[in-house]
């Protein structure tokens, strides 16, 4: 495949090169910058980097549209190197790496949230991004109708710093991660009542982090919430750490 693979997200940013498109080679991992021009010339930098002076047919990743616009970023990679280039939400594309390499391999329907930073995620069918007519924005989810708080403003990493002036890491008290877990398993409710999935896989620094919020806890709530279905749906957590994206990039080019 001779493809450059990445992951942009909000906070860190990977790319790797991949000779066959099963594996990759040792990516190269750097704080996203928010500038988009200093952005996109390290980026490039980084990416020669991987390359080391070989062919590049496809360059495909995700991209986190709240930090880089997307198609810029495309146009402006496509002055610089010759390939085909295709680029995804960056939440969205974990989702595809955890259904086809991760936690949710070998089910048919995965919801993938990511929780971290902001809220993302995706509806993978069949071990692809389903159709959607823009894209999934499951962050945006109104919790609270009298306020419009969605989901991202009440669970992210970014709205427990600013209410608390702490980073996540620095909260220890465990009523506050109970307390998120609860308002995830009603966002959930939300998300698999419309999705309609098999298994619901969780991932992102507020899920996998230390301290974080409590898988079970969610579990708990969302049982007593949940009534419309004779049960709930497989809830499980991230298999695919930092490289998520990375594995969804690879799947993206067997697609």
């Known amino acids: 495949m001779n493809s450059i693979i990445f992951d942009i997200g909000a906070t860190k940013t990977r790319v790797a090169y991949s000779v066959d498109g099963e594996i990759f080679e040792e990516p190269l991992v750097f704080e996203t910058p928010k500038d988009y021009e200093h952005g996109l010339k390290f980026f490039i930098e980084k990416a020669k980097a991987v390359v080391k002076g070989r062919e590049i047919k496809k360059i495909v990743g995700g991209i986190s549209r709240s930090i880089w616009p997307d198609n810029d970023f495309k146009t402006d990679l496509g002055k610089v190197f010759q390939a ?74 970014k709205a427990l710093e600013e209410e608390t002036g702490k980073h996540p890491r620095e909260i220890t008290d465990q009523k506050v991660w109970d307390e998120f877990a609860r308002i995830l398993a009603y966002g959930l409710n939300n998300i698999i009542v419309e999705w309609s999935p098999n298994v619901v896989v969780l991932g992102g620094s507020m899920i996998t982090g230390e301290p974080a919020i409590p898988i079970y806890k969610v579990e708990e709530h969302l049982k007593e919430i949940l009534k419309i279905y004779p049960e709930l749906p497989v809830i499980k957590m991230g298999e695919l750490g930092d490289f998520g994206g990375l594995y969804g990039a690879l799947a993206y080019l067997k697609n």
Do not use: C, H
């Open 84 to 157: 085909q280039i295709y680029i995804e939400n960056d939440a969205a594309m974990v989702g595809l790496g955890e259904a086809n390499w991760g936690a949710g391999k070998g089910f048919d329907i995965v919801s993938y949230i990511t929780v971290s930073t902001g809220v993302g995620g995706a509806r993978i069918v069949d071990g692809k991004i389903d159709e959607r007519a823009i894209g999934f924005e499951p962050g945006n989810l109104v919790m609270d109708i009298n306020t419009g708080k969605t989901l991202e403003n009440m669970i992210s990493g």
